[in-house]
Every structure is written in C-alpha cells, then in structure tokens.
C-alpha cells in the first residue's frame, strides 16, 4: 500500500510533461513562470511563519505543554499517545501557520516516529476552516454565513477521527 | 488573532519564567530566526516546485481536463447553479486544492466568490446556499497531495514521506462528503423552519 505512494509522486510529474508534449506546448517555459510565481510566497509566508513558531516555541520550551502532557498522562493513560498531536488540532481550523509549526516540532522529534505520522496524516484530512471561511466571506463583506462554521468544523472533526482511526490501524 | 499571540505568548513566558526554564527559553528565541528561516524554505520551495508543475498543467489545458471531469460531481453537489463563470472558477479553485496549495487556490476562490454574490438570491450581508456548499466543498476539500507536509517530513529525513498520503486522502474524502451531506441537512431544516 505504501508503496502506491511512492511511486504517485514520479507517475504525476511525468504524465504532466508527457501530457504538455503531446499537446506541444512550452512545458519548460510554463514550469519557469509557475516556479517563479511561488517565490513571491516567501515575503507573503515568512512573517507568518515567524510569529506563529514564536507562540508555538514558547509554549514547548516554557514546560507548559509537558507539564500538561504529564499531568494528562497520570490522570488518563489511555490518552498518552495523543497529548503530543492536541496542540495541533486545536491551531488547525485557526491558522495554517501554527499548525504546520506545531507539525515541524512534532516531526523534527522523529520524522519517522508514529506522532509524526499521524499529525501528517491529520493535516492532511483537514482544513483552516475558521481561517478560509473569513477570508473568503469578508473578501464580498458577507457577515450572515447561515451554517458554513458548523458544518466546516463538524467536517474537520470527521478528518481528525478518521485521520487517527486509519493511523492507528496502518501506520503503527 | 492577535489577542491569541499575545495570550499564548505571554502566558508561556510567564509560566516558564516561573517554574525556571530559563535555558530553555532564552535559547529557543535565540534559535527562532535560523528555524523560520528553514521551515518557511522548505514549505515556500516546495510550493514553487509544485506550482511549476500546476502550471504545465494550466498551460497545456490539463486542468481544464480534470476540471470537466469534475462537471458532473460539481452537478451533483450544486445542481442549481447554472453560471458558467462561477463554475469554471470553482473547478480550478478545487483543483488547486488538491494539490495542497491552499494558497495558490486563493485567487481563483475570491474570483468564485465574487461572481457567486453577483448572482445570489439573498441580500448584501447573507450567504448564499452556493457560497456555503462552495466553502464547505472548499474546507472540507479533498487535497490529493498534501505538497508541505511531505516536504517538512522528507526535511526531517523520513524514510518514506509519502506513506501517509493514502489514509490522508480518504480522510478527506470522507470529511468532504460529510460536510456535503451535513450542508444538505441544514439547509433543507432551514427551508422547513421558513414555512
């Protein structure tokens, strides 16, 4: 099943050029503009990044997380294995920024460590709902959004059981 | 979100100076800068990687392939929107998505948006049912390739940082079809209340 994965990655650059050059276009000229058009990302990214990795470094290095953990542990030691993946969880409908820096801590630990694993796997299954919903909704200055917050969210908790539910199964 | 930064910011600091992790706190403001400095180039070079990628596929009208193959489940989910524009918008919108480029998707979604509203039924500060199913579809939405967290794994040296990407997209498919079927279900429970 892994292996699906690995070889997902190859198969798609390959029908995208294959694809470009039946139809004889400039793949080489399109793969420069788009490349190009990302690096604008580092001066909108950096910021962000910076200031969400700040919050996060500071609740990790400041003990208050572990001590949480730690005190989680002896009251439910069911719990144990989802204490390090809480924080983020609880940043993701937030902001991207936060999550995807709880989700470097957590895979900087062990890139192959089973937390790492299935905080990929749940990043993966969800989305920064609160985030896009007010991104998008003010962008047209909507305010009334009917159920568009509940259903988004009760859709990222359908991701997060699923995403551990699966990672438990396969990937322990 | 600023309230939040300073909360947690302040109540780490403060909790940390108190049960005397100083070390610890000094030297992880000292080691930020080099850590954002290496995240944020693993997520934005990836990024560039795959939006190169992304646009072999605009440029060779590839993604106006997967965007008509999508025509008959965008039927499905949005029978009643028949504006061609917003359609197309939605499709690249939710095929820039799959891709885990959130932020790439993001133009092609506020165009979607705008049409949507120009088109819509309710007054000026009411979601249309269009917008909510498009955003939840949008949140919600399947991500084929989630790009940056394979990026951030394979940074870390993981033997294979792919091996999630099958239990995170059928995640996401179920997350997906669940806020599809939940948006049905409120909907229909406010048309009823209306009568």
């Known amino acids: 099943m892994n292996?699906?994965?690995?070889?997902?990655?190859?198969?798609?650059?390959?029908?995208?050029?294959?694809?470009?050059?039946?139809?004889?276009?400039?793949?080489?000229?399109?793969?420069l503009?788009?490349?190009?058009?990302?690096?604008?990302?580092?001066?909108?990214?950096?910021?962000?990044?910076?200031?969400?990795l700040l919050a996060v470094t500071m609740l990790e290095a400041s003990g208050l997380i572990t001590d949480i953990k730690t005190s989680l542990k002896t009251l439910f030691p069911a719990i144990n294995m989802f204490a390090d993946i809480t924080p983020m969880v609880l940043f993701r409908p937030i902001s991207g920024s936060a999550s995807i820096a709880v989700l470097d801590n957590i895979c900087a630990a062990g890139a192959d460590s089973f937390t790492c694993k299935m905080a990929s796997t749940i990043q993966g299954s969800t989305d920064t709902t609160i985030y896009v919903l007010s991104l998008y909704f003010t962008s047209v200055g909507i305010t009334k959004w009917k159920h568009a917050l509940k259903v988004g969210l009760m859709a990222d908790v359908v991701g997060i059981t699923v995403g551990v539910i699966l990672s438990l199964l396969f990937l322990k | 979100m600023n309230k939040i930064w300073i909360g947690?910011?302040?109540?780490?600091?403060?909790?940390?100076?108190?049960?005397?992790?100083?070390?610890?706190?000094?030297?992880?403001?000292?080691?930020?800068?080099?850590?954002?400095?290496?995240?944020?180039?693993?997520?934005?070079?990836?990024?560039?990687?795959?939006?190169g990628i992304m646009m072999i596929m605009y440029d060779s009208g590839l993604i106006d392939k997967v965007a008509k193959a999508l025509n008959p489940l965008l039927n499905l989910i949005m029978p009643n929107l028949k504006d061609e524009e917003a359609r197309k918008y939605i499709s690249s919108n939710i095929a820039a998505n799959m891709f885990g480029l959130g932020f790439a998707a993001t133009p092609s979604g506020l165009k979607a948006m705008k049409r949507l509203k120009m088109i819509s039924p309710e007054d000026e500060k009411t979601a249309s049912d269009e917008m909510v199913t498009f955003l939840i579809l949008n949140t919600a939405g399947v991500t084929l390739i989630p790009t940056t967290v394979m990026a951030i794994r394979h940074s870390y040296g993981a033997v294979n940082p792919t091996d999630f990407i099958i239990y995170g997209i059928i995640g996401t498919l179920l997350s997906c079809v669940s806020g599809l079927l939940l948006d049905r279900y409120y909907r229909k429970k406010a048309l009823k209340n209306k009568r």
Do not use: H, Q
Request: hydrophobic share 55%; charged share 10%; net charge positive.
């Open chain 2, 8 to 51: 947690i910011i302040v109540i780490s600091i403060i909790y940390g100076l108190v049960t005397g992790r100083f070390d610890a706190l000094a030297n992880s403001i000292l080691a930020l800068p080099e850590k954002g400095l290496n995240l944020v180039c693993t997520l934005v070079f990836s990024a560039c990687f795959w939006n």
């Open chain 1, 3 to 31: 292996k699906v994965s690995l070889v997902f990655i190859p198969l798609l650059v390959i029908l995208t050029i294959v694809y470009a050059a039946i139809k004889k276009k400039n793949a080489y000229a399109s793969f």
């Open chain 1, 33 to 52: 503009n788009g490349t190009k058009e990302g690096l604008g990302l580092f001066v909108e990214v950096f910021p962000s990044v910076m200031a969400m």
